[in-house]
C-alpha cells in the first residue's frame, strides 16, 4: 500500500539531510530511488527515478517521476511533470521568482526523448 | 452499519495538465511515494464503515490496475473492499457528470445501501468519516456536506455555505467571484465530500436523470437546498481548528500543498 506513511502530517515523509557528502538537502522528502549529486535541494519534494546532476540548485519544487536536471540549473517554485528533462534551454521556459512563483507551463517543457 | 463509499475519480484532470496527459488525475504522484487518491483511501480504510465503489473514466484501467495492486489486500484485511466502477461498464456506458455516475453506480446493485459517502479522488486530507455520517443519521435528512472555514478572499474557488444554527444549510453559491456578492457574514466551503440517505437521493438523481447537466454542486444540491434537505457537518479538530484540507485538482493547489506537507512539524 503506498503512502500510507508518506501522508501530510507524518513526521517519515520530511527527510531533513544536512550535507550529506557533498550535497546538501534541507526539509525535502526525496524517493529512495533519486540519484542527486552534488547539488542543493532544498524545501523540495523528488519523485522516484528523479535525476539531479553537480551545481543544480532545487528550491520548492516538486519533481515528479523520471526528471533530469542538468548541471547548474535552477529550480524555484515549480512543479517538473514526469520525465522533464531541463538544461539550460529549457531553463528559460520556467524562468520565475522564487517560492511565490507558482508552476507555470504556458511554455512547453523539454521532454526527454527516451 | 450499511454504508458504501463511492468515490468519484473519473475526471479528466485538464487543470493539472501536463501531469495528467498520460495519468488519471487520481494517480498523480503526490509526495515522494504515494498518488492524491491514497488520502481518501486511506480515510475509508481507516474510517472501517462500508465497501468502497471507485468510480472511473478517463484512463480508467490505470486506476483498476493500481488499485489491485496497491488498495485490494488493505480493505480486504481490514473486512472490507474496494472494487472500481468504469463509465464504459455502466449501463449508459459512460458518466455523464458527478452525479450521472452515482445514479448509475446505484441503480446497477441488487440492494441498495442505507447511507452512501460519496468522496472527491482529489483531495488531501485526514478524516474520520464515521463522525461525519453519525452527524448525517442524527438529523436525518437526505444530505450532509462536509464543510470548512476558508480565507474569504479564496471564496472563488469553493462551493459557499450559508449555514444556521443546527447546521442547517440555508443557501448556497456554486465558486462565487467574491464572497460580498453572497451577502453571506459566516461562510463554510464544501468540500465536496457527502453523506446521503440512499433512498432519497435516488429521487433527486432520478428527477435529474435526462438533464443536459448532471453534477452534485450545480444541479442536485442547489434542489436539496430549496427542499431543506441538506445540512453541513463542520470539520473541526479537537481542539475547534479547521483540520488541513486541500483540493488539489489544479496545479497550484496541488504545488502548495506539496509544500504545506513539507512544513509538517508533528504527526
Avoid at chain 1, 90 to 114: N, R
Avoid at chain 2, 246 to 252: A, E, I, T
Wanted: hydrophobic share 40%; glycine share 10%.
Amino acid at each position: 500500500m503506498p503512502g500510507l506513511g508518506r501522508l501530510p502530517f507524518s513526521k517519515r515523509e520530511v527527510i531533513a539531510r544536512l550535507r550529506e557528502g557533498e550535497k546538501q538537502i534541507t526539509r525535502s522528502a526525496v524517493a529512495s530511488s533519486a540519484s542527486i549529486g552534488k547539488a542543493v535541494v532544498e524545501h523540495s519534494i523528488i519523485g522516484p527515478g528523479t535525476i539531479v546532476k553537480d551545481g543544480a540548485v532545487i528550491k520548492n519544487s516538486v519533481l515528479l517521476d523520471g526528471a533530469f536536471v542538468h548541471r547548474g540549473i535552477n529550480i524555484g517554485g515549480k512543479v517538473l511533470p514526469p520525465m522533464a528533462e531541463i538544461d539550460s534551454e529549457a531553463q528559460d521556459s520556467i524562468a520565475g521568482e522564487g517560492p511565490a512563483c507558482y508552476p507555470s507551463f504556458d511554455k512547453p517543457l523539454a521532454m526527454s526523448s527516451g | 452499519m450499511d454504508l458504501m463509499y463511492l468515490i468519484l475519480a473519473g475526471g479528466r484532470g485538464e487543470r493539472l495538465m501536463p501531469l495528467t496527459e498520460n495519468m488519471p488525475k487520481p494517480l498523480v504522484r503526490f509526495g515522494s511515494g504515494g498518488s492524491i487518491i491514497d488520502y481518501t483511501l486511506y480515510n475509508c480504510l481507516e474510517s472501517n464503515g462500508g465497501n468502497a465503489l471507485v468510480l472511473t473514466q478517463y484512463q480508467a484501467e490505470m486506476v483498476e490496475r493500481y488499485l489491485s495492486v496497491y488498495w485490494m489486500h488493505p480493505f480486504v484485511s481490514g473486512g472490507t473492499k474496494v472494487e472500481p466502477l468504469a463509465g464504459e461498464d455502466s449501463e449508459k456506458g459512460v458518466f455523464t457528470g458527478t452525479a450521472d455516475a452515482v445514479y448509475q453506480a446505484l441503480a446497477g446493485m441488487s440492494k441498495l445501501p442505507e447511507t452512501v459517502v460519496v468522496l472527491a479522488a482529489d483531495h488531501v486530507y485526514r478524516m474520520n468519516y464515521r463522525y461525519l455520517v453519525d452527524f448525517h443519521h442524527s438529523h436525518g435528512k437526505c444530505a450532509t456536506v462536509g464543510a470548512v472555514r476558508f480565507c474569504p478572499s479564496q471564496a472563488r474557488r469553493f462551493g459557499v455555505m450559508e449555514v444556521g444554527e443546527e447546521g442547517l444549510v440555508e443557501s448556497f453559491f456554486e465558486k462565487p467571484a467574491t464572497l460580498e456578492e453572497t451577502g453571506i457574514e459566516e461562510p463554510l466551503a464544501s468540500m465536496g465530500i457527502y453523506v446521503f440517505t440512499t433512498r432519497k437521493l435516488m429521487r433527486y438523481l432520478e428527477r435529474n436523470q435526462g438533464e443536459d447537466s448532471n453534477d452534485f454542486g450545480k444541479d442536485v444540491l442547489p434542489r436539496m437546498i430549496k427542499d431543506c434537505e441538506v445540512y453541513a457537518f463542520d470539520y473541526r479538530d479537537g481542539k475547534g481548528q479547521t483540520p488541513y484540507w486541500m483540493d488539489v485538482g489544479d496545479l497550484s493547489s496541488y504545488w502548495q500543498a506539496q509544500m504545506d506537507l513539507l512544513d509538517i512539524k508533528d504527526n
